[in-house]
């Protein structure tokens, strides 16, 4: 039993370690493409860059705290803080997720004017900086694609994200190169930033049921009761409670009455 409590420990330290590590890289790669996308921006006049610089920039700020919380959330356990500092992790996923909430509305309302009065735009330097943008973040995405907690999971979508709409830019910008489409830029950077306001909508509600210690969702409270009722000596279960720490690691609270012990062997 207590080699089985060393071994979790060293995977969870082994996997906090890797999250704080990969989140580090993403927020450097993130922090130096925006300094590019906004220059990129202003040289091709496109208002779909420029709001993805401003999803970015917000994205830089989100980074660099959710890497410093989680590399704090692995701090040992006190007598402070008994459970230990596991939910800083998922701070920094809520943090992350209204940063990125309200730079899509920013966007949203800067870039509905443009569909009424769209702008000529440089669809040639649209294309490479799409090109810099589908590397940067691709990169980053594969750096962080084996992240476990909550809060790197949640970067990591993002950066899929921004993937993506990339792809969209570059796609557009080979479209506006052979016709005259204007109003495609705007549209563009509308349809992206819609994509991910629902998204980090969705991601805030999962962290959100964490906070309010819902039960796991992949925990069948009935059927563990069922099976505990089942146990040798065991002649009732009640006041089963289940929470998540940081939508990984579980607590689970329940009363047992048993009949007998025979020995302490048996009660482990």
Excluded: C
């Excluded at 300094?35 to 860059?49: C, D, K, P, Q, R």
């Excluded at 000529?120 to 594969?142: E, H, K, Q, S, Y």
């Amino acid at each position: 039993m207590e080699s089985g409590n060393v071994k979790n420990h060293h995977e969870h330290g082994h996997h906090h370690s890797g999250d704080v590590e990969a989140l580090g890289g993403a927020f450097l790669l993130n922090f130096i493409f925006t300094l590019i996308e906004i220059a990129g921006g202003l040289w091709t006049n496109s208002v779909a860059i420029l709001a993805d610089a401003l999803h970015d920039a917000g994205d830089s700020l989100a980074l660099l705290l959710a890497w410093y919380l989680q590399k704090a959330s692995g701090k040992e356990r006190d007598q402070r803080f008994s459970y230990g500092y596991g939910r800083l992790s998922l701070l920094a996923a809520l943090i992350n997720g209204v940063v990125l909430l309200a730079g899509s509305i920013v966007v949203i309302v800067h870039v509905i004017p443009r569909l009424f009065e769209p702008q000529i735009v440089d669809p040639t330097g649209m294309f490479w900086l799409a090109l810099l943008g589908i590397a940067f973040n691709g990169f980053a995405f594969w750096r962080n694609r084996k992240s476990q907690s909550l809060n790197a999971k949640m970067v990591n979508w993002h950066l899929m994200e921004d993937v993506l709409g990339w792809t969209v830019v570059l796609i557009g910008s080979i479209a506006m190169h052979f016709g005259d489409f204007p109003w495609l830029d705007p549209l563009m950077a509308l349809g992206v930033t819609l994509f991910i306001l629902w998204n980090v909508f969705r991601s805030l509600r999962h962290v959100a049921r964490i906070f309010l210690q819902s039960n796991p969702e992949d925990l069948d409270l009935d059927a563990l009761e069922s099976e505990l009722r089942l146990m040798n000596n065991v002649e009732d279960v009640h006041n089963v409670h289940a929470w998540s720490l940081d939508g990984k690691y579980h607590v689970l609270s329940l009363h047992v009455v048993i009949s007998q012990i025979p020995d302490q062997e048996t009660l482990v």
